[in-house]
């Protein structure tokens, strides 16, 4: 049976994000560099590898030998408050990109797009926040998206 014969309803369905992984040169100058512009906590480390935490997903520091800089290709990240990031990422050696967003080249060529929780629509459990130390709030603009899928909160509850 090929792909293209699997009915819909019988393929899974993408629900979310466990981690990404990140391409640098170098492991330890790559926490150094997001440590200058993120608060996180490292997950786990090993040979060539790191893990930086986020409450159920986490960033896969990979190291390898091979350069690239990404044009298109980028991750978007999501943090509490954006208002710092631009400086921050300026100061630590990030290349700001422009556009409508905040973007940024990491010194290894990877694309950061960074996000405000209260301004999207992606959600995180309310006992993951917690786990997290934080209580954030959506903006109406992303309560409203959230509502118009069916995913905004339950009125019964």
Request: charged share 30%; glycine share 10%.
């Amino acid at each position: 049976m090929s792909d293209r014969t699997v009915p819909r309803a019988e393929r899974p369905k993408l629900i979310g994000m466990n981690h990404i992984a990140l391409e640098v040169g170098d492991v330890e100058e790559a926490l150094a560099f997001y440590g200058k512009i993120f608060s996180f906590t490292l997950r786990g480390k090993g040979k060539g590898q790191a893990f930086i935490d986020m409450g159920d997903q986490f960033i896969a520091l990979m190291e390898t030998p091979t350069p690239h800089k990404d044009a298109h290709r980028h991750v978007g990240v999501v943090v509490d408050d954006r208002s710092a990031v631009r400086t921050l990422a300026a100061a630590a050696g990030a290349m700001l990109l422009d556009g409508p967003f905040l973007d940024f080249l990491d010194p290894w060529g990877n694309r950061v797009e960074v996000v405000e929780y209260g301004d999207i629509q992606f959600t995180k459990a309310p006992h993951v926040l917690r786990g997290m130390g934080l209580r954030l709030e959506k903006s109406e603009k992303a309560r409203r998206e959230l509502a118009e899928k069916g995913m905004g909160p339950d009125p019964g509850r």
